[in-house]
């Protein structure tokens, strides 16, 4: 039903930015919640961000609260995720994901949650 595809990852310097764009296909986009969520070598798919269908309601964990924003835009059925003073620890491929949620009963956390992911972009942050 919906289709994900990711772009924008790249390299750069610790402090510096990055916009990933993850663009979709499909059925109605705005039916969808749509997260991001990283996984580095050796450790676990993690929580990066998500955003609700309407695009009122935003989470994030604290490891990139203040730093990192997730923006969708239905009418261009893309989602962006604007990161800002990038750590090495943020080193990871970034995946987008969509889910259909039903308002006031969906984990937008959790992976499990999400039904249609992207490819991932890597994201590489040198110190």
């Known amino acids: 039903q919906v289709r994900l595809v990711e772009s924008g990852g790249g390299l750069v310097q610790a402090g510096g930015s990055l916009r990933l764009s993850c663009a979709a296909s499909?059925?109605?986009?705005?039916?969808?919640?749509t997260g991001w969520f990283r996984q580095a070598p050796g450790k676990n798919r993690e929580f990066v961000a998500a955003i609700s269908g309407s695009g009122l309601n935003t989470y994030y964990p604290n490891s990139v609260k203040g730093r990192f924003t997730i923006v969708r835009v239905n009418a261009k059925n893309t989602v962006y995720l604007q990161m800002n003073s990038l750590k090495p620890e943020d080193t990871a491929v970034y995946y987008c994901?969509?889910?259909?949620?039903?308002?006031?009963?969906?984990?937008?956390?959790?992976?499990?949650?999400?039904?249609?992911w992207g490819q991932g972009t890597q994201v590489t942050v040198s110190s």
């Open positions: 994901a969509a889910g259909f949620a039903v308002s006031g009963s969906f984990s937008y956390t959790g992976a499990s949650q999400y039904n249609y």
């Open positions: 499909g059925s109605t986009f705005s039916s969808y919640a």
